[in-house]
């Protein structure tokens, strides 16, 4: 069993190209990409994991576009077991999901969200896996499995774990610098950005939710 393990800035960017050939080649190997959704080691840059409306390095007035949706992008192969996890939201998805990828004989990405220090949280890092909680049941982050391997028994190779999202998205996302800054100095760009963050959001999930249920 073999896994390889990096960051976000990585995998959405800088190595996208060689996660892509890797996964795409079919061999027996594992990939569990630790979500920051920033370039945390070198600064707190944006990524292309960087969220829509957040704040980073070099984009103080928050980014405009939307984040790389990974996991979408290597479950269109067929052949890649992906995975979204949430540790602090469901430690049996996680060991779950990390289970089946060990199991599976082919390629398969996990995707875990992680706090990180670049965010700004208020509280600081005492808690993250509250965070990560709140993260999902704000609808902010998804949690997820596409197994292949049901597909080839008439199933739906996806299977949604996020449930409805309970808590307000907003007040998640202002619990943390990267986001609250931006709309104490721009309040107009935030409230349009943000705004704009939560309807794709729930769109998502809404979309996830349909996949879900196209075999029933």
């Given amino acids: 069993c073999f896994w390889m393990y ?9 190595g996208f190209g060689g996660l892509d050939h890797v996964l795409a080649s079919g061999e027996d190997i594992n990939v569990f990409v630790v979500d920051t959704e920033v370039y945390s080691n070198t600064g707190g840059q944006s990524s292309k994991a960087t969220p829509l409306g957040a704040v980073a390095q070099f984009c103080a007035s928050g980014k405009r576009s939307a984040k790389k949706d990974l996991g979408a992008m290597f479950m269109s192969y067929g052949s890649i077991y992906v995975a979204q996890v949430a540790m602090g939201y469901s430690d049996a998805q996680t060991v779950k999901a990390i289970k089946e990828a060990v199991e599976y004989n082919g ?16 509280g600081g890092m ?8 709140n993260a999902v049941e704000a609808g902010y982050w998804h949690t997820f499995r596409f197994d292949p391997r049901l597909a080839v028994d008439g199933k ?10 309970s808590a307000s998205y907003r007040d998640f996302i202002m619990n943390e610098v990267r986001y609250s ?9 935030a409230e349009e950005l943000f705004t704009e963050a939560e309807k794709q959001a729930k769109e998502k999930y809404e979309h996830w939710t349909k996949y879900s249920k196209l075999f029933e």
């Fill in 107 to 122: 390629p398969s990405l996990i995707i875990g969200y992680a706090p990180c220090i670049n965010h700004g949280i208020k």
């Fill in 156 to 165: 739906n190779p996806f299977q949604m774990d996020s449930k409805d999202p």
């Fill in 6 to 14: 990096g960051g976000d800035g990585w995998a959405y960017d800088i």
């Fill in 181 to 189: 800054s931006l709309a104490r100095k721009f309040p107009d760009r």
């Fill in 126 to 133: 005492t808690d993250t896996q509250k965070v990560i909680k």
